[in-house]
């Protein structure tokens, strides 16, 4: 009897408490237009309380089932599981597009590309999602200009296995989703991997809908993002995703605060605030014309909700600079039981070779 080849791609989908968004993930999995043999689906449920290991069941997905111990934690266990020569990892709140594998996997027909990052779509009609995408899309535009990236996200991530396995996967001490994969992304940039970005490999994201809700986001975004960059301090200066005018804003809005603060006791600090804010709404200004070009009523909101974004990009910094964001220090700022770390390694330097051309897939219409 001869035994079915395994196919050459994994996908592996973190999953707590999602089964009221997994079957969209799932359903667009099944829809790919790469044939099915040529790709297994795992996924792990990271101690949920509902029916998450029931869904990806009924969908015929490999469920691996663990106590809770975080997104990098259920990544690892997935990739580990994994029998296969490219590692693909989506979120169960992303709907991909039917040529999402396609697209995502076509980069690493080029020996010398080790990691694709895909890119977010949304079909969300809230004001604070739809900036939430147009912010996505200009950071897009930014790393389009760039020949090679240093950050590839986890909801639309392609590896070469070997390449992840000799990083020994994501570090498993950040224990919330949140920037494990940039971690991850710079020790790979560091040691040679060419990492690319396939802007047409898209899934379909629900981005968070109400203001509140953004803004705690991206406070907690800043505060991991500093320890992502305490092994690789370059980063908080100039990295491949973030345009240095989100810099720019993020100090100014520290300025602003401080000048509220000092302002009760001095003047000065008054017209701190008001100089800063000031130049912090000036420089609003490419990204307002931006989105004018693509949905006003966005644009007229731009303004105040980048205030609000750095204000919270500002908080966050300081937060992580004032405790020095020690690993006692993040996990009192989550009910995750703490997960073990995993050891990081030196990683050799990926072989430069000769590019294979691979025609591109069809583009179609991300799935609602």
Partial sequence: MTTPPMPGIAVVIPAYNAAATLAGTLEGLDAQTIGRDTFAVIVVDDGSSDDTAGVAARFGAT????????????RNAGAAAARCDILVFTDADCAPAPDFLARLTAPLADPAVSGVQGAYRTCQSALVAR??????????????RRPAIDLIATYAAAYRKAVFDAASGFDTSYCVADNEDTELSYRLAAAGHRLVFAPDAIVCHLHPATLARYVRIKARRACWRFRACRDHPGKLVCDGYTPSIIRVQTVLAGLAALGLLLWPLSLAGGVLAGAALAALLGTTVPFVRFAARRDRPVAVAAPAIILARSLAFAGGLGWAIATKLTPAALK????????????TTTLPPAPSTKATRFPPAPLKKCRD
Avoid: C, M, W
Avoid at 131 to 144: G, K, N, S, T
Avoid at 332 to 343: D, G, N
């Fill in 131 to 144: 900036f939430a995408q147009l912010e996505f899309e200009d950071r897009y535009a930014y790393v389009a």
């Fill in 63 to 74: 469920v691996i089932r663990q106590a809770n111990a975080g997104p990098a934690a259920a």
């Fill in 332 to 343: 009192k700022t989550t009910t995750l039981p703490p997960a073990p770390s995993t050891k």
